[in-house]
Nanobody, 115 residues
Framework: QVQLVESGGGLVQPGGSLRLSCAASATIFSSNTMGWYRQAPGKERELVATINRDFRTNYADPVKGRFTMSRDNAKKTVYMQMNSLKSEDTAVYYC?????????WGKGTLVTVSY
């Protein structure tokens, strides 16, 4: 049973920063590709960033240059540093892991960018 637990969401003003964390309970972590998705109100869930076993990252165009994803295999945790936040970044952010062709999801953490 794999569990993903996100933390770090909250209310931040435009231009501000937040750091999201996702802790995994998976016995094997370092070989898994991890990612962050988000879902804004009234919109479909979209991919934000991924990081693979070789620490290679990919980002969606709207967040390139502002968001940075990283992983700490010893802590079985992935992070996403979000800078220069915009109102359009407001969404529930979900942690994702793929392993043996199965997808696992966290319950999400809400990020609200507003004055």
């Amino acid at each position: 049973q794999v569990q993903l637990v996100e933390s770090g969401g909250g209310l931040v003003q435009p231009g501000g920063s937040l750091r999201l964390s996702c802790a995994a309970s998976a016995t094997i972590f370092s070989s898994n590709t991890m990612g962050w998705y988000r879902q804004a109100p009234g919109k479909e869930r979209e991919l934000v960033a991924t990081i693979n076993r070789d620490f290679r990252t990919n980002y969606a165009d709207p967040v390139k240059g502002r968001f940075t994803m990283s992983r700490d295999n010893a802590k079985k945790t992935v992070y996403m540093q979000m800078n220069s936040l915009k109102s359009e970044d407001t969404a529930v952010y979900y942690c994702w892991m793929t392993r043996n062709d199965m997808d696992y999801w966290g319950k999400g953490t809400l990020v609200t960018v507003s004055y």
